[in-house]
Nanobody
């Protein structure tokens, strides 16, 4: 199985930027489609962005389209989420997830492997 560790979260002001990283170990990352999810207090976990196993296909939630960019470096076994123009409503715990398949989905139930999460807080 693959182990995932997120990093890069923190406190940022409205309009600021952060880059989240998800370091994978244990298996060949290119065997997995990857997703970034987030969960705010009292809300359900939602898909933010996803990427196919070789990066040819990506997905973005409407709420982050044009502001967030997902990418992956299979050689470095790392997936990234560049977050620009952050808003207070982006505040949440962000999770990296992997599914053993070529294509992404937006359902958290389709991802078997999860990181521990990293907190992103955007102040107004």
């Amino acid at each position: 199985q693959v182990q995932l560790v997120e990093s890069g979260g923190g406190l940022v002001q409205d309009g600021g930027s952060l880059r989240l990283s998800c370091a994978a170990s244990g298996r060949t990352l290119s065997n997995y489609a990857m997703g970034w999810f987030r969960q705010a207090p009292g809300k359900e976990r939602e898909s933010v962005a996803a990427i196919s196993r070789y990066g040819a296909s990506t997905y973005y939630a409407d709420s982050v389209k044009g502001r967030f960019t997902i990418s992956r470096d299979n050689a470095k076994t790392t997936v990234y989420l560049q977050m620009n123009s952050l808003k207070p409503e982006d505040t949440a715990i962000y999770y990296c997830a992997a599914r053993f398949a070529p294509a992404w989905t937006t359902s958290h139930r389709d991802y078997a492997y999860w990181g521990q999460g990293t907190q992103v807080t955007v102040s107004s």
